[in-house]
């Protein structure tokens, strides 16, 4: 065979093999950075002699450090190696908790967490809506919920290992699995294959590209080639500036309803030590955590598609409304396993938050300052992700019990869910 074929077939896949890419940290990092902290929220209580609030205070400093780095992350994005740049802030977050196994005091997990907060930004938060962005101009909303779907699944996986890690070895030893899991599966993927543009020099175009009238592709602002510097304009993109958009009611109402479902997000991380409160043991409570994280999973692979397929208003109407169910119910039955159905359900509703909104910053803008328009929502709604670790725990602390963050949880999804319509009816790109 060729070289020439065989360089056709290759750039062929490689929107394919970034797809993979994004799956895996997705998977790995989101599943283990994000969404297992809370496991350990009680023993290191325990052991530190310190409240839980100020355990989660650590998750409070990251995820506040973290959103003030998306304030500068679409910057970055566009101007460093982008495997270079996820490679590394791996490698820092993997010594983060390497380092995390020998701590004897609370302050220095905060400081830590400090580092944490800069470094998962971009590989965890950021580089899968945006990297699927750029490489598909097709099946953006299947490709996207597939990929970020798979964090609820790295829950569902990881939360029921990492508590076994920390009930048969410890937390100090679950902290190294930890940051050796990150760096096996996810540094070959990010070195080899994580770009964040085509680039046409070389026969690289998006998946789609030439089969409709959108140009491609989506930028981290301007484009890159393999070594990050500028590859095309953000003039020869479709859609919005980021100055533009950011005075747009719409991206108002985005940011808005980021908060209010990241704030209910962050009740996940609490979950198992609300179902412990009910007399659960630390494996039942983290199995509740898993259902959320298998519900997330599959909410968000299917609303991707959805949002595909059918009428926008009616997907977010059905996916908040069973959310809104899961929520509610998980404070009525103390059962395990009802709980965990309801915490399954709870789940389902979660695709609205990492899926619908990124799919409605791109539908709403279009793709010329994508990463920088969904930084801007993404740092709103990662500050209030930020303050919910900290102020759920606080709840516990004065009320001996989480009912009243539950509560909060329905509210504001159901203020979000009228929120959702109405910003994508007002959206300022229209076709």
């Known amino acids: 065979m060729s070289s020439s074929r065989l360089s056709s077939r290759w750039s062929a896949a490689r929107p394919w093999l970034v797809f993979v890419g994004c799956c895996v940290l997705s998977l790995v990092g989101f599943g283990m950075v994000i969404n297992t902290p809370g496991l350990?929220?009680?023993?290191?209580?325990?052991?530190?002699?310190?409240?839980?609030?100020?355990?989660?205070?650590?998750?409070?400093?990251?995820?506040?450090?973290?959103?003030?780095?998306?304030?500068?992350?679409?910057?970055?994005?566009?101007?460093?190696?982008?495997?270079?740049?996820?490679?590394?802030?791996?490698?820092?977050?993997?010594?983060?908790?390497?380092?995390?196994?020998?701590?004897?005091?609370?302050?220095?997990?905060?400081?830590?967490?400090?580092?944490?907060?800069?470094?998962?930004?971009?590989?965890?938060?950021?580089?899968?809506?945006?990297?699927?962005?750029?490489?598909?101009?097709?099946?953006?909303?299947?490709v996207m919920g597939i990929a970020l779907g798979l964090s609820g699944i790295g829950g569902t996986i990881f939360n029921p290992i990492v508590s076994s890690w920390i009930s048969d070895f410890g937390w100090r030893t679950s902290y190294r699995l930890t940051a050796l899991v990150l760096s096996v599966c996810i540094l070959p993927f990010s070195l080899l294959v994580l770009k964040f543009l085509p680039d046409a020099s070389r026969?690289?175009?998006?998946?789609?590209?030439?089969?409709?009238?959108?140009?491609?592709?989506?930028a981290a602002s301007a484009g890159q080639t393999d070594s990050g510097t500028a590859a095309a304009t953000t003039g020869d993109l479709e859609g919005m500036s980021a100055h533009d958009a950011y005075r747009t009611l719409t991206f108002v109402l985005l940011a808005v309803i980021s908060v209010l479902l990241q704030f209910t997000s962050g009740l996940v991380q609490h979950v198992s030590g609300y179902e412990q409160t009910r007399g659960l043991s630390l494996t039942q409570g983290a199995l509740v955590v898993s259902g959320i994280m298998l519900g997330a999973a599959l909410g968000k692979a299917s609303i991707g598609m959805a949002l595909d397929r059918f009428k926008v208003e009616l997907v977010l109407a059905a996916y908040s409304l069973v959310g809104l169910a899961g929520w509610l119910l998980m404070m009525l039955i103390a059962s395990p396993g009802p709980a965990t159905v309801f915490g399954f359900l709870a789940g389902l509703g979660q695709g609205v938050v990492l899926v619908a909104v990124p799919w409605l910053v791109r539908r709403c803008f279009g793709p010329?300052?994508?990463?920088?328009?969904?930084?801007?929502?993404?740092?709103?709604?990662?500050?209030?992700?930020?303050?919910?670790?900290?102020?759920?725990?606080a709840v516990f602390d004065m009320a001996g019990t989480y009912l009243p963050s539950l509560l909060s949880a329905v509210v504001f999804f159901a203020i979000a869910a009228l929120g959702m319509p109405a910003a994508y009816r007002l959206r300022p790109k229209k076709k």
């Open 40 to 142: 350990y929220y009680a023993v290191l209580s325990h052991d530190l002699g310190v409240t839980r609030a100020q355990v989660a205070l650590a998750t409070t400093i990251m995820n506040g450090v973290g959103a003030l780095t998306m304030l500068v992350a679409g910057r970055v994005m566009r101007r460093v190696d982008s495997r270079l740049l996820i490679s590394g802030c791996v490698v820092v977050c993997s010594v983060v908790f390497f380092l995390g196994s020998y701590f004897t005091s609370l302050w220095q997990f905060y400081v830590a967490f400090v580092v944490l907060g800069v470094a998962y930004v971009i590989p965890v938060s950021l580089a899968p809506s945006v990297l699927l962005s750029n490489w598909f101009e097709e099946k953006v909303g299947m």
């Open 203 to 218: 026969g690289e175009y998006a998946y789609g590209h030439g089969r409709k009238a959108t140009p491609a592709p989506v």
């Open 368 to 393: 010329r300052d994508y990463a920088e328009i969904f930084s801007g929502v993404q740092v709103a709604g990662t500050m209030a992700l930020a303050l919910s670790a900290t102020v759920h725990g």
